[in-house]
T-cell receptor, first 116, second 111 residues
Framework: GAVVSQHPSWVICKSGTSVKIECRSLDFQATTMFWYRQFPKQSLMLMATSNEGSKATYEQGVEKDKFLINHASLTLSTLTVTSAHPEDSSFYIC????????????FGPGTRLLVL | SQQGEEDPQALSIQEGENATMNCSYKTSINNLQWYRQNSGRGLVHLILIRSNEREKHSGRLRVTLDTSKKSSSLLITASRAADTASYFCATVPSGYSTLTFGKGTMLLVSP
């Protein structure tokens, strides 16, 4: 299947700093990528849909100024957690949809964020 | 909001036994998908079943879908210790293109 990578795989930062997470589709072009958040032993919650060349669509309750999403190319979407606080500590997972297989999403390995 | 609800929340079995997980949802769907997640890792797509399908097989996996009851089941036959993971169902509600995940079932397969 298609491969999606995320970088970094984990990050520890101080409260108040900004953290950027990259999501790349390695062997296909993804016009649409998705960002999820997962707390320990809980399910994935969709944060936003990232569309190449246009603004992201955020889910209700997700602050767009807090979680900046940029989808500048067909293989890269970035999520920036601005002014991170301890409550932002979580597991962030991206996925990408293969245009040739509209129903299938391929997930990255996730990024664990710990804000001290 | 979360649509899929899996049960049981946790399941512990011995190698060689079958594992059955159930998923219920609330609205009409285009398709339902099952994913697997090893601890602290990303998700792996297992199988997709469309709303007009009733049963699907993939290796040791068997998925059923009952749209009248708004439920699905995932059966893993002849389980192995390597099947230990969390399993999530996810639905694509009719008229939408995004996935809505259930809370998952944690499966532990003991050698």
């Amino acid at each position: 299947g298609a491969v999606v990578s995320q970088h970094p795989s984990w990050v520890i930062c101080k409260s108040g700093t900004s953290v950027k997470i990259e999501c790349r589709s390695l062997d296909f072009q993804a016009t649409t990528m998705f960002w999820y958040r997962q707390f320990p032993k809980q399910s994935l919650m969709l944060m936003a849909t990232s569309n190449e060349g246009s603004k992201a669509t955020y889910e209700q309750g997700v602050e767009k100024d807090k979680f900046l999403i940029n989808h500048a190319s067909l293989t890269l979407s970035t999520l920036t957690v601005t002014s991170a606080h301890p409550e932002d500590s979580s597991f962030y997972i991206c996925s990408a949809r293969d245009p040739g297989l509209e129903e299938t999403q391929y997930f990255g390995p996730g990024t664990r964020l710990l804000v001290l | 909001s979360q649509q899929g609800e899996e049960d049981p929340q946790a399941l512990s079995i011995q190698e060689g036994e079958n594992a059955t997980m159930n998923c219920s949802y609330k609205t009409s769907i285009n398709n339902l998908q099952w994913y697997r997640q090893n601890s602290g890792r990303g998700l792996v797509h297992l199988i997709l079943i469309r709303s007009n399908e009733r049963e699907k097989h993939s290796g040791r996996l068997r998925v059923t879908l009952d749209t009248s009851k708004k439920s699905s089941s995932l059966l893993i036959t002849a389980s192995r210790a390597a099947d230990t993971a969390s399993y999530f169902c996810a639905t694509v509600p009719s008229g939408y293109s995004t996935l809505t995940f259930g809370k998952g079932t944690m499966l532990l397969v003991s050698p």
